[in-house]
């Protein structure tokens, strides 16, 4: 077998990422302090100014010093090196040594478009993003108590993270007495559909029965036998978010939003939100955190050996994996998407260069 691809710069996929909206940051800590974040490889520094956050490459054009471990002043970016400052579009405003040299050296640095959603800083790093940034229906919806979760690092690719998420036959045997029981290990197949102008990838799981657990079924108001069914609705908002909405028997909801960001193509962190509108005293909270904490302690160690980390998508790579038929139904739609995604960009780029 051919050695695995282990530089993935270049990458299709990897480079077709650059169009998309990618979470890096929760919105309650970006304030007026810059701070580093990481997103394909691109050191970004980020911050706050007059409400509005605002992303720039974190290097200064002068000496290539860290923007993030200067200040703001004056709603500008600081070099902590030799005071150089920024401003939200990344032009040069001051060189306090020579200041007159401002208009005629015009120094700049790239600046990143950014929106805030769903509590979440979201940054792209084209200037023409595919789609629009994920929304979560349920972040202000009056009727769920919301929960943000502690963000995580995972050593795989946002894609693995993705799949991992809407891998429904894992269960019985990673999570074995939480989500899923090896007394259950059939799948029932799926027709994940696209809604393809919002880059959505839409399925349905009919209501299946999963194991009982003691406080969440107590706070659900559900009596009887070991087990609740559950109605499950998904959607994959294009490339690494997923919204999961989770129909209880008795009608209550529970919902799980989870974005990945790519750090690098084999490091991921992740972000994500519990809404429920049942238990909404805030002394549970813990409680159901601790549990998805649980559920993703059990995926840590079989994701993270997976190889290739980055997603076996295109050429010899591509026939690494066999998928099961009906089984692996979602994954093998998602992965089509994602090629589909990589050949319009490659198109693109043809179409460019022959204008």
């Not at 077709?16 to 890096?24: N, R």
């Not at 200040?71 to 990344?90: Q, T």
């Not at 429904?168 to 809604?195: K, L, M, T």
């Not at 010899?316 to 009906?326: I, N, T």
Request: aromatic residues 10%; charged residues 25%.
């Amino acid at each position: 077998m051919k050695t695995l691809m282990q530089d993935y710069s270049e990458h299709p996929l990897y480079q077709t990422l650059h169009q998309f909206w990618h979470p890096v940051a929760y919105s309650s800590e970006v304030g007026d302090k810059p701070r580093q974040v990481v997103l394909l490889d691109q050191k970004i520094v980020i911050a706050r100014i007059e409400g509005k956050v605002s992303a720039l490459a974190d290097r200064c054009a002068h000496r290539g010093a860290a923007l993030s471990n200067g200040m703001l002043v004056d709603n500008c970016f600081e070099c902590p090196y030799h005071g150089w400052r920024y401003d939200s579009k990344g032009n040069c405003v001051r060189i306090p040594a020579r200041n007159e040299l401002v208009q005629v050296m015009k120094p700049r640095i790239p600046s990143y478009q950014v929106k805030e959603s769903a509590g979440i800083v979201w940054v792209c790093l084209s200037e023409t993003p595919r789609f629009d940034v994920p929304s979560f229906p349920e972040f202000d919806d009056p009727n769920y108590r919301l929960i943000q979760g502690p963000a995580y690092d995972w050593e795989t690719s946002a894609p693995r993270r993705l799949e991992n998420f809407v891998d429904f036959s894992h269960f019985a045997f990673v999570h074995d007495g939480s989500i899923g029981s090896r007394s259950r290990p059939e799948v029932d197949a799926v027709e994940p559909w696209r809604e393809q102008e919002q880059g959505v990838l839409r399925f349905e799981r009919p209501p299946i029965k999963e194991p009982s657990v003691g406080k969440k079924r107590k706070l659900l108001g559900i009596e009887g036998d070991a087990w609740i069914e559950v109605a499950n609705s998904y959607r994959v908002i294009m490339p690494h978010t997923v919204h999961l909405s989770r129909r209880v028997e008795n009608g209550k909801n529970y919902v799980l939003m989870m974005a990945a960001s790519p750090i690098s193509a084999e490091k991921t962190r992740s972000f994500w939100w519990i809404a429920r509108d049942f238990g909404l005293e805030p002394e549970h909270d813990s409680f159901f955190v601790d549990f998805e904490l649980e559920v993703l302690s059990q995926d840590l160690p079989v994701i993270e050996s997976q190889e290739p980390k980055f997603l076996p998508l295109i050429g010899d790579e591509a026939r690494l994996e066999l998928p099961v038929r009906g089984a692996d139904a979602v994954t093998t739609e998602y992965r089509r998407w994602l090629l589909d995604l990589v050949r319009e960009r490659q198109q693109q780029s043809a179409d460019a260069l022959s204008a």
